[in-house]
């Protein structure tokens, strides 16, 4: 099973045999494509029941949570990687969320769309509206994403918290690195993906 391009990446991020808590896994796609490839022992957390039910047909561990409500029932040391893809924006508490992440894992990997590309900007800054672009595709008015943020708020939010940013990738919307986002990966990258580490 061939991976959609930024679960790839996810992926690339994640030891064999690793104990792995995927947020807001959808269908389990990553989960199932992680337990045949690379052993993991992994769960997931989503709140759709249909997406549930397809975790449940590929054999996906799955629990059903919100991820508003914490991760307090989790004990703290219990996985070696949690994963939250895409969701950050979307969450009431994304300072909380991931505090807890590094409390329960040793690491996590997190993605979000970089508020800061220059087509955002440019929508923003002519247009005089909320951007609309294949990385954030909804209007202002049906949008799920609550707490919009730039690499530049995020590495800022990371240094705050002491968490170490184990490994940055800033991709386009192909989810491929180029030479112009090494340049000015806040400027360029539509999406961002951080593997954190605890405070040293």
């Known amino acids: 099973m061939t991976l959609r391009g930024d679960l790839a990446l996810i992926s690339d991020l994640i030891n064999d045999h690793a104990r792995v808590l995927d947020l807001g896994c ?11 490839n690379k052993s993991v022992n992994g769960y ?24 508003d409500a914490g991760l307090g029932n989790f004990a703290t040391n219990n996985f070696d990687m949690v994963v939250m893809t895409d969701a950050l924006q979307a969450v009431r508490d994304p300072r909380g969320l991931l505090q807890d992440m590094l409390r329960i894992g040793e ?13 955002c900007r440019l929508q923003l800054g002519i247009g005089g509206h909320m951007p609309v672009s294949k990385h954030l ?3 202002w008015f049906n949008t799920p994403n609550i707490h919009l943020c730039t690499t ?5 939010l990371c240094a705050e918290e002491n968490f170490r940013i184990i490994d940055r990738r800033v991709v386009n919307t192909r989810y491929a690195e180029h030479w112009s986002i090494h340049l000015a990966p806040n400027l360029f990258g539509s999406h961002a993906f951080y593997r954190l580490g605890r405070p040293s």
Do not use: M, S, Y
């Open 26 to 36: 959808g269908t389990g796609e990553l989960l199932a494509n992680l337990q045949a």
């Open 44 to 67: 997931g957390l989503d709140k759709d029941p249909d997406n549930i039910q397809v975790c449940l047909n590929k054999g996906v561990n799955v629990i059903e949570q919100d991820l």
């Open 107 to 119: 690491e996590c990997v997190v993605t979000f769309p970089n508020f800061g590309h220059w087509r």
């Open 137 to 139: 595709p909804h209007d």
């Open 152 to 156: 530049v708020d995020f590495e800022r």
